[in-house]
């Protein structure tokens, strides 16, 4: 169940996306009273969330699927919910030159209270994290 103060957006997982959604987490966090430093920090899990979702999920289809934000505060912290309904990650072979999504995760989870990634095959990936509000 969504509270008033929750953001729930749903686009096309596509570059311009991932902007419009950046800064819609970054005006609601801001509302929620985060820290400007958390913010920047809430910025960059939410784009290279989101970028995994956009260069990743929907590789092997003709137009882009749905990709999903939900912010929501959690007592002192920020969480967000960025899902997709894709292929899933999966490894990948002879993928000398290609973007990975190894480091942008790492990332996330560096910057990140909490950290939890569901990924189905065929059914798409979620990923679930926590940002202290300072």
Known sequence: MTEPDDLHIVLPAQPDSVSEIRRAVASRAERLGMTNERIDDLKTVVSEACSNVVLHAY???????????????EEDQVG????????GI??????????????????IGALSSRFHLISIRGQGTEIRVQLALS
């Not at 590789?59 to 505060?73: I, M, N, Q, S």
């Not at 919910?81 to 894709?86: H, N």
């Open 59 to 73: 590789e092997d289809r003709a137009e882009p699927g749905p990709l999903e934000v939900v912010v929501a505060r």
């Open 80 to 87: 967000v919910v960025v899902r997709d309904f894709g292929s």
């Open 90 to 107: 999966r490894p990948r072979r002879g993928a000398v030159g290609r973007p990975s999504l190894r480091l942008g995760l790492r990332l």
